[in-house]
Nanobody
Framework: VQLQASGGGLVQAGGSLRLSCAASGRTFSNYAMAWFRQAPGKEREFVAVASASGGRTDYADSVKGRFTISRDNAKNTVYLQMNSLKPEDTAVYYC??????????????????WGQGTLVTVSS
């Protein structure tokens, strides 16, 4: 699966951004999709996941109540709406596809294909 992430940019603390990830190559509605992020000098970490249908979601504790993952299977796209952004949200954000459809895994090893990343910078 080819994944193309977009929507990153520079935003002030308290602001919002919406990331998009367009997929191609396999039937989008057959696999779960997730967002991960990697801050400078840190390991990549889980952010959010949506099941293949979008009916189930899960979030990292650090983003619960601020971020929302959604997907439009007709458009082969998954989104990450990020509100109330904080400087600590600054990172490169990656979308990832779980082609085996393990469910709503938070483990990086569950994901087979990754997008190229989009940079989100939150200024204080």
């Amino acid at each position: 699966v080819q994944l193309q992430a977009s929507g990153g940019g520079l935003v002030q603390a308290g602001g919002s951004l919406r990331l998009s990830c367009a997929a191609s190559g396999r039937t989008f509605s057959n696999y779960a999709m997730a967002w991960f992020r990697q801050a400078p000098g840190k390991e990549r970490e889980f952010v959010a996941v949506a099941s293949a249908s979008g009916g189930r979601t899960d979030y990292a504790d650090s983003v619960k109540g601020r971020f929302t993952i959604s997907r439009d299977n007709a458009k082969n796209t998954v989104y990450l709406q990020m509100n109330s952004l904080k400087p600590e949200d600054t990172a490169v954000y990656y979308c990832a596809a779980d082609l085996n459809n393990w469910g709503i895994s938070k483990r990086q090893a569950s994901y087979d294909d990754w997008g190229q990343g989009t940079l989100v910078t939150v200024s204080s």
